[in-house]
């Protein structure tokens, strides 16, 4: 299994900006597709964005197109969540994980990391 590592989250007003990363501990993180998950709090995790192993396919919530971009360096063994026009509805701990295939459900994720917090303020 690989190990992941969030990092990046923190306070931010509305319209800002933060970017995520997970860093593997493994280079077999590179075989992976990977996905970002969202939780807030009272709420059940939500699909955010993904990312295929190969060629950079990506998929994204209807919420976050046009805002989130995700990305991944593999010779990092790391992924990336820019997140611009930060909402107050964005607050949630971020998680992101890995998947054999391109998905978007989390039962499809093997290993996931610890989350990191992202609030927005109005």
């Known amino acids: 299994q690989v190990q992941l590592v969030e990092s990046g989250g923190g306070l931010v007003q509305a319209g800002g900006s933060l970017r995520l990363s997970c860093a593997a501990s493994?280079?077999?993180?590179?075989?992976?597709?990977m996905g970002w998950f969202r939780q807030a709090p009272g709420k059940g995790r939500e699909f955010v964005a993904a990312?295929?192993?190969?060629?950079?396919?990506?998929y994204y919530a209807d919420s976050v197109k046009g805002r989130f971009t995700i990305s991944r360096d593999n010779a990092k063994n790391t992924a990336y969540l820019q997140m611009n026009s930060l909402r107050p509805e964005d607050t949630a701990i971020y998680y992101c994980a890995t998947s054999s295939r391109l998905a978007k459900v989390p039962d499809d994720f093997g290993s996931w990391g610890q989350g990191t917090q992202v609030t927005v303020s109005s």
């Open positions: 990312i295929s192993w190969g060629f950079g396919a990506t």
């Open positions: 493994s280079r077999t993180f590179r075989s992976y597709s």
